[in-house]
């Protein structure tokens, strides 16, 4: 028995059909996903736009190499995971756990940088709450409650994207696991295939997620 059919549940006809209904599955997930971000996008845009001046002024404080970085590293991760998919469906697994592996890497230190941005928010005091706090460095003409707003926007836009990395981080470790053990092949590699989707969808939020809080002008 081959490897696909060994992994068809009982509900489906053949294997590709188990895996048509799974990536159907993805992307209607990744569809919520979209409308669950979007409503946050929402609510950024048009605070910005009733506060255009203080929201300039919370993205000057801002640590742009930090998130230039941080988008260098998801889009090379997102990189290594389509090649990754790409190994096992060429039947390479050796190659899609070492590519695996480096995904992996690459979504730790993007949690890093971000682990060190908050670090160095909490020492700014540019947390919202009782301790807030812009410093003497700051345009006088803004309210600091609008710049408040915006930081407020950043930890929790950011904030849930760290947690769809962290998710994801712990998913790619799973399958590096389950394709070192060959559990994969170009015969069956449907967990890889929606790991790599929703992988994807975490490196695209962040790409609208730096320009419109790291580039405002």
Request: glycine share 6%.
């Amino acid at each position: 028995m081959s490897t696909a059919n060994t992994h068809v549940a009982h509900h489906y006809d053949d294997a590709e059909q188990q895996f048509d209904a799974a990536r159907l599955g993805m992307w209607i997930f990744l569809a919520t996903e979209v409308m669950f971000f979007g409503g946050m996008f929402t609510g950024y845009t048009t605070c910005r736009f009733m506060y255009p001046a203080a929201f300039a002024e919370g993205s000057s404080h801002m640590q742009l190499l930090a998130g230039t970085l941080n988008t260098a590293v998801l889009l090379l991760s997102s990189l290594t995971m389509a090649l990754a998919v790409r190994s096992v469906q060429v039947n390479r697994p050796a190659v899609a756990v070492r590519l695996l592996m480096v995904t992996l890497v690459l979504g730790f230190v993007f949690l890093g940088i971000k682990g060190y941005e908050y670090a160095t928010k909490f020492a700014e005091h540019h947390v919202p709450g009782a301790a807030f706090s812009l410093g003497e460095a700051h345009n006088p003409a803004v309210n600091p409650q609008h710049v408040e707003l915006f930081f407020a926007f950043y930890f929790l836009l950011t904030g849930f994207h760290a947690l769809h990395m962290l998710i994801g981080v712990t998913i790619v470790a799973i399958v590096a696991v389950q394709t070192w053990r060959g559990q994969f092949s170009s015969a069956y590699f449907t967990p890889l295939e929606i790991t790599g989707l929703y992988w994807h969808f975490v490196d695209i939020v962040w790409v609208f997620l730096f320009p419109l809080l790291y580039l405002i002008h």
